[in-house]
Antibody, heavy 121, light 108 residues
């Protein structure tokens, strides 16, 4: 079964750090780009960051650039998001999502169940 | 602009057809993908590319695109289609992604 399982969420104080993990199974992890997408309580989806299959290409949303770092370990079938200098507005459910490219488009075809990050004093 | 704009909410009678639209400059260059999200659940991909459905998605879901507007149509809406729907595409730079503002679909 193709599966993504996030972990590492929790309560952290403003200015603090947290590292999220996403464990992949059921597919060849090293062949796919991966993404982090977040959703603040009661709000819409927001793309956070993407990393290509070999880590050659990495992109961030302006809202997290300079504070968050995406990485992956293909040997461990794992995706990570290091979050530093956290702010209240980073409070959200964080999803990891597999990126899939076809001849005419790309999309996020597999999603994890999400992990909640709460930034509060 | 790298924004994708959707109507906040639409309603549809059971068995009828509803169209959800998504507008943005990036859609002139990239196809949208569409995601269904039910309360407390992760999003699910329902349409990608010109008009492609992942395995397991009913054929009552279809997609189309014209100019700066992408559309998701549900033909013969069912009670289980009640959910939030989000469009997504690459942004104008081509390197990053942007989600639409989301549309809540209510099936009456």
């Amino acid at each position: 079964e193709v599966q993504l399982v996030e972990s590492g969420g929790g309560l952290v104080k403003p200015g603090g750090s947290l590292r999220l993990s996403c464990a992949a199974s059921g597919f060849t992890f090293s062949s796919y780009s991966m993404n982090w997408v977040r959703q603040a309580p009661g709000k819409g989806l927001e793309w956070v960051s993407s990393i290509s299959s070999s880590s050659s290409y990495i992109y961030y949303a302006d809202s997290v650039k300079g504070r968050f770092t995406i990485s992956r370990d293909n040997a461990k079938n794992s995706l990570y998001l290091q979050m530093n200098s956290l702010r209240a507005e980073d409070t959200a459910v964080y999803y990891c999502a597999r990126g899939t490219v076809t001849t005419d488009s790309d999309s996020f075809d597999i999603w994890g169940q999400g992990t909640m990050v709460t930034v509060s004093s | 602009s790298s924004e994708l704009t959707q109507d906040p909410a639409v309603s549809v009678a059971l068995g009828q057809t509803v169209r959800i639209t998504c507008q943005g400059d990036s859609l002139r260059s990239y196809y949208a993908s569409w995601y269904q999200q039910k309360p407390g659940q992760a999003p699910v991909l329902v349409i990608y590319g010109k008009n492609n459905r992942p395995s397991g998605i009913p054929d009552r879901f279809s997609g189309s695109s014209s100019g700066n507007t992408a559309s998701l149509t549900i033909t013969g809406a069912q009670a289980e289609d009640e959910a939030d729907y989000y469009c997504n595409s690459r942004d104008s730079s081509g390197n990053r992604y942007v989600f639409g503002t989301g549309t809540k679909v209510t099936v009456l």
